[in-house]
């Protein structure tokens, strides 16, 4: 049975995740920072039919705690064969163009945090010589936007450090995936506007997910079409990009 282990397991987009996990039957680690939701997230994967579910209680912002988390979890599960990194905000783009701390607070949840985290699970899968990663970006990291270029800029750079993290563990019998969701309603995105067919539900996107982590692309853009959108949208002359009101 596989072992997973996921981070910000109180997400919608996790939860989905690891009811698909579950229902197969496997061990799972949790990890959040608030108690009571997660033990009912857990409550729930036990009766959808997970072997065993540990979980775990902390801010993943503090980093310096993730070298024992990942040992913990590894103890627990007596191995990781897959993990998801899930954790993540959608910060206000005007008060961190105000602010520096704001911004600087923005680019640690999104960029640092998961960065920790990668670093250890990746050491960690390298010397099983096996596993698979996944984190949790956007297709905001894709091209740096007006309207949420702080955002997307710690999207941005987890994109490159996947990659290079992809390259290292590749030797290693080791999958590294980004995955790309599009717009997903969710509570983090609940003030925004939605009735787009562009929008996608976490059952949705959490099944694609799912189904990449015993695959390992590189790339997981989630729903499908987000892939032609933004390779048009990388494409665009800059003269012509920064006429639009993106």
Known sequence: MLKVAIFGATSAIAQAVARGFAEEGARLFLVARDPARLEAVAADLRVRGASSVATAVTDLTETAGH?????????VMDGIDAALIAHGTLGDQRAGEADAAVMLREIEVNLLSP???????????????????AV????????????????????G???????????????????????EPGFVDTPMTAGMPKGSPLWATPAR?????????????????????WRPVMLAIRLLPDAVFKRLKL
Do not use: C
């Not at 960065?115 to 990663?133: D, F, P, R, V």
């Not at 750079?157 to 995955?179: E, I």
């Open 67 to 75: 070298a024992a988390l990942v040992e913990a979890a590894r103890n």
């Open 115 to 133: 960065a920790s985290l990668m670093t250890y699970l990746g050491n960690l899968m390298e010397a099983q010589q096996h596993g698979s990663l």
């Open 136 to 155: 949790i970006g956007s297709v905001a990291g894709d091209r740096g936007r007006a309207s949420n270029y702080i955002y997307g800029s710690a999207k």
């Open 157 to 179: 750079g987890l994109r490159v450090f996947t990659q290079g993290l992809r390259h290292r563990l590749g030797r290693a019998g080791v999958a590294v995936t980004l995955v």
């Open 205 to 225: 996107v959490g099944a694609d997910i799912h189904r990449a982590m015993k695959v390992g692309p590189a790339i997981l853009y989630t729903p499908w079409f």
